[in-house]
């Protein structure tokens, strides 16, 4: 099984700031990595898929970058409407599986 | 847009089997390219994928499960279904379907259901 490591777990950032949020796989992953936002009490949205694609309607201050095992999520001139938990999820190989997840917390 | 929609029973027993369903809307289920996921996420923790269904009957589960997964898809109705047995309060979780999109040999999760609590307790 894949192992997704996320760096950090907890971030506390001013609106405005350049976030950057890592996800490092245990094994090479290709391009194979995709990275969902999810708000509390709400399910998870797909932001990028396949490392640096945006998904249809998500905002341009999103990408993503890597491929291998590094890959990063940059959230550009955060917004206090980004406060959520960021995960990033692997299609790799099975099982799929997903990092333990980054919570943004909005100062 | 694709919607899905979970429905089923909020409480289930120890021992005994979870059964859900997942309505998708504004597609076929049928549509090639795409899977459908089961997932779940545990109060307060992070997300595991159960498995997914192809339209035509195939499935992979997730090994972690111990062969206690059953997918299955109707396409006549557009839906599919999950049953885990043997519940235990381990399994009391929010459950999830979702789409998943797949290009190149692999696929992601584009369109998600609202969730739905599910608490195994006597």
């Known amino acids: 099984e894949i192992v997704l490591t996320q760096s950090p777990d907890f971030q506390s950032v001013t609106p405005k700031e350049k976030v950057t949020i890592t996800c490092r796989a245990s094994?090479?992953?290709?391009?194979?990595l995709h990275w969902y936002q999810q708000k509390p009490d709400q399910s998870p949205k797909l932001l990028i898929k396949?490392?640096?694609q945006s998904f249809s309607g998500v905002p341009s201050r999103f990408s993503g970058s890597g491929s291998g095992t590094d890959f990063t999520l940059t959230i550009n001139s955060l917004e206090a409407e980004d406060a959520a938990t960021y995960y990033c999820?692997?299609?790799?190989?099975?099982?799929?599986?997903f990092g333990q997840g980054t919570k943004l917390e909005i100062k | 847009q694709v919607q899905l929609q979970e429905s089923g029973p909020g409480l289930v027993k120890p021992s005994q089997t979870l059964s859900l369903t997942c309505i998708v809307s504004g597609g076929s289920i049928s549509s090639g390219g795409n899977y459908w996921s089961w997932i779940r996420q545990h109060p307060g923790k992070g997300l595991e994928w159960i498995g997914y269904i192809y339209h035509r009957g195939s499935t992979y589960y997730n090994p972690s499960l111990k062969g206690r997964v059953t997918i299955s898809v109707d396409t006549s109705k557009n839906q599919f279904s999950l049953k885990l047995n043997s519940v235990t309060a381990a399994d009391t979780a929010v459950y999830y379907c979702?789409?998943?999109?797949?290009?190149?040999?692999?696929?992601?999760?584009?369109?998600w259901g609202q969730g739905t609590l599910v608490t195994v307790s006597s």
């Open positions: 979702a789409r998943t999109y797949y290009y190149d040999s692999s696929g992601s999760f584009d369109y």
């Open positions: 396949y490392a640096s």
């Open positions: 094994q090479s992953i290709g391009s194979s």
């Open positions: 999820h692997q299609s790799s190989s099975f099982p799929y599986t």
